[in-house]
């Protein structure tokens, strides 16, 4: 069984940083496609920025030049930096993967329990 679990959130003043890590673990061959969502109290979840396999990397509107999404394969896992961190990026953030599972070859979407951005003066 495969589990991500994402790491790095906690409270920041607007203006700084912050780099979450998802780390995947359990029986993994591969990781294909991989993203970053968020949710805002109150609000649905959204997607911040995703990676393929190949590394292409695609963003909403709302984080580009901000934030970088990046992966490291021989970890098994993949990054979200965040500069210029604003008030309005303040949820909690999920990671999302697409795994080929070692033992199976079979692909799965797995999804980390998410971890929490506050950004506040």
């Known amino acids: 069984q495969v589990q991500l679990v994402e790491s790095g959130g906690g409270l920041v003043q607007p203006g700084e940083s912050l780099r979450l890590s998802c780390a995947a673990s359990g029986s993994i061959f591969s990781i294909a496609a991989a993203a970053w969502y968020r949710q805002a109290p109150g609000k649905q979840r959204e997607l911040v920025a995703d990676?393929?396999?190949?590394?292409?990397?695609v963003y909403a509107d709302f984080v580009k030049g901000r934030f970088t999404i990046s992966r490291d394969n021989a970890k098994d896992t993949v990054y979200l930096q965040m500069d210029s961190l604003k008030p309005e990026d303040t949820a909690v953030y999920y990671c999302n993967a697409h795994v080929e599972e070692a033992d199976t070859r079979e692909f799965v979407e797995v999804w980390g329990p998410g971890t929490l951005v506050t950004v506040s003066p």
């Open positions: 990676i393929n396999d190949s590394g292409k990397t």
